[in-house]
């Protein structure tokens, strides 16, 4: 399972880092990724990290947000700095083990104007 965690209510301008630890699965060879979803919208692939490490972003969150694994600690992280109103959604994290989509129970983030 997926466990997520370091969600809040921040103002825009500041930084909050995301937290997500596996237990019970396979997690050095896995893709990892973080999604959100906003009130009335679809769920939106936020970053991806590769199992070597190379990384993929959104466009409307590059250059603000970094996602980083630990695979010591079976962790993936997401830092995000300089946030927006528009960043305001539930978060994420997902991977895929066994060929099934293991997805974590979501974190609010909140960002006020």
């Not at 919208?41 to 590059?62: C, H, M, N, P």
């Not at 994420?92 to 909140?110: A, D, H, L, M, P």
Request: charged share 15%; glycine share 12%.
């Amino acid at each position: 399972q997926l466990q997520a965690c370091g969600g809040g209510l921040v103002q825009a301008g500041g930084s909050l880092r995301l937290v997500c630890v596996a237990s019970g699965i396979a997690f050095s060879g896995n893709v990892l990724s973080w999604y959100r979803q906003a009130p009335g919208k679809q769920r939106e692939l936020v970053a991806t990290i590769y199992s070597f490490g190379s990384t993929d972003y959104a466009d409307s969150v590059k250059g603000r947000f970094t996602i980083s694994r630990d695979n010591t600690k079976k962790t993936v992280y997401l830092q995000m700095n300089s946030l927006k109103p528009e960043d305001t959604a539930v978060y994420y994290c997902k991977t895929r083990s066994g060929g099934v989509e293991i997805w974590g129970q979501g974190t609010q983030v909140t960002v006020s104007s």
